[in-house]
RNA sequence: GGGUCGGUGCCCGAGUGGUUAAAGGGGACGGACUGUAAAUCCGUUGCGUAAGCUACGAUGGUUCAAAUCCAUCCCGGCCCA
């Protein structure tokens, strides 16, 4: 491939600064015959990846298959301090194991899109290096940064204007992201569109220290589910990539339509140009190759056919056979008896015996696929019984 | 440090002594309709099968009765220093 190509096939769906900053990098390392330095840095508070991090990883496969060297930076130390006061209130601050744990699992998942050669992939964590920075050290860290250039980013602006508390501790996060790029002297560092700002302080402090800053490579953040918030654990709007061939089938048929297209775009390879014009003749069609597509990067194509089928089953009405199993525990029994509402709560798919109450009197408890209509009904537990609440969660209780 | 305004359920927000498990909106969850979509419409949205209990930043107090009044404390916004 000709540079150009390669310009051409990283910066797809990308935002590139400074501009062309992609092509000089690739020069550059051909000039002194080595690999790029790419940086991405994650951050370990949560552990179930999405395909909206897909995005980004995904990016970073296109920077391995071309020979470069990818530096996942699991920030254990960034993320014990804790997350900043935000929107997101405060979150309880993680222990190094915790975020160790986490960080496990991080690459775990991420290994399913990054290639784990170690001649192109690099696992740091920014504790070896902020940890042992000294009050000294971070103060002139500090120094290189304003406080009116911080207020610049958009959330700290919004959080601002709005009387929103905004923590000293918060100036820190991008400046110690920043300084991550110094201490693994970063040719390019990718993100999505939100880390954009983090991403070109980054610059700023890699020049104050002397090293040639980093380009930045944005990707825009998938919407979630929702097709109204970004795609996030705690929104639970989001498709694991971890999570089954049934459930992530199920869900990508569940995308809104207008959501189709983007997210075709930003999660698989699908032909653009073609999956347009299908989703303009027949949307329905379109989500089921959409479907496909995602359990076959996920999974594999063998997987396919049974997600599909379970699907339909479950469509049509029918209690398909991989549903979760509840043992019931003797002594909950009364007569050799238990109160429907009290087995639902027990068996976890409604939260308390007066939620399972409220459920039956809106119709929405089903019992071996019969919907149930009275509140005070008595089970005995002779068989199996599948209970279900809703279109499609189920479980089996026996004795 | 001083002044001032504020802290209500998942979120926003009304309520300034009893009729308040707390208006309204959002979200979420069910149902109808459908394509297990969207839109729309309907219902539900603290726990307890009940008596009742718990809940309006925390603790203590006044009162027959407190989210509402008082005291102290904690947290935050704004203005002044």
Redesign the pocket.
């Known amino acids: 491939m000709t540079i150009d190509e390669q310009v051409k096939l990283l910066e797809r769906g990308a935002t590139i600064i400074p501009e062309g900053g992609i092509k000089d990098k690739l020069e550059l390392v051909q000039k002194e015959k080595r690999q790029l330095r790419v940086k991405l840095g994650v951050d370990p508070s949560s552990s179930d990846l999405h395909i909206g991090h897909a995005v980004i990883l995904r990016k970073m496969r296109q920077f391995q298959d071309l020979g470069h060297k990818v530096i996942l930076i699991i920030g254990d130390f960034t993320a014990m301090i804790g997350d900043p006061?935000g929107k997101n209130?405060t979150r309880p601050a993680l222990s190094l194991e915790e975020t160790r744990k986490n960080g496990e699992t991080y690459i775990a998942q991420a290994s399913k899109i990054l290639d784990s050669d170690p001649k192109k992939l690099e696992i740091r964590r920014n504790s070896e290096w902020l940890e042992p920075m000294g009050f000294a050290e971070v103060i002139k860290l500090s120094s290189n940064y304003t406080v009116a250039r911080m207020l610049e980013r958009d959330d700290f602006t919004k959080r601002?204007k709005s009387?929103?508390?905004?923590?000293v501790h918060e100036f820190m996060y991008p400046l110690a992201q920043a300084y991550d790029s110094v201490a693994i002297n970063a040719d390019i560092e990718l993100g999505g569109t939100d880390q954009l700002f983090n991403l070109l302080v980054g610059r700023d402090i890699q020049k104050e220290y002397g090293q040639i800053p980093q380009v930045t490579l944005t990707t825009p953040l998938l919407e979630g589910l929702?097709?109204?918030e970004k795609m996030s654990k705690s929104?639970?709007?989001y498709i694991a990539i971890a999570e089954s061939a049934?459930s992530m089938?199920?869900k990508a048929?569940?995308?809104?339509?207008?959501m189709?297209y983007r997210y075709i775009e930003l999660s698989t390879n699908l032909d653009l140009v073609k999956m347009k014009e299908l989703i303009r003749t027949d949307?329905?069609k379109a989500?089921r190759i959409y479907a496909a597509e995602l359990v076959r990067i996920y999974h594999s194509e063998s997987d396919i056919k049974n997600a599909e089928e379970?699907?339909?089953?479950?469509?049509?009405g029918g209690i398909?056979d991989d549903i979760a199993e509840y043992k019931l525990d003797k002594n909950e029994l009364?007569d050799g008896k238990i109160?429907v509402?009290?087995l639902y709560?027990l068996s976890g798919l409604?939260?308390?015996?007066?939620?399972?109450?409220?459920?039956i009197?809106?119709?929405?408890?089903?019992l071996n696929g019969e919907?149930i209509e009275d509140?005070?009904l008595?089970l005995s537990l002779d068989k199996p019984l599948v209970l279900q609440?809703?279109?499609?969660?189920f479980v089996k209780v026996s004795l």
Request: with cysteine; hydrophobic share 25%.
């Open positions: 006061t209130k601002y009387g929103i508390p905004i923590s929702d097709g109204i929104l639970n709007n049934e089938f199920k048929m569940q995308v809104n339509d207008d189709l949307v329905k989500h379970r699907y339909d089953y479950v469509a049509k398909p009364e109160w509402c009290k709560a409604t939260q308390s015996n007066a939620e399972a109450k409220r459920m009197k809106n119709r929405g408890l089903r919907k509140t005070n008595q609440r809703g279109k499609d969660k």
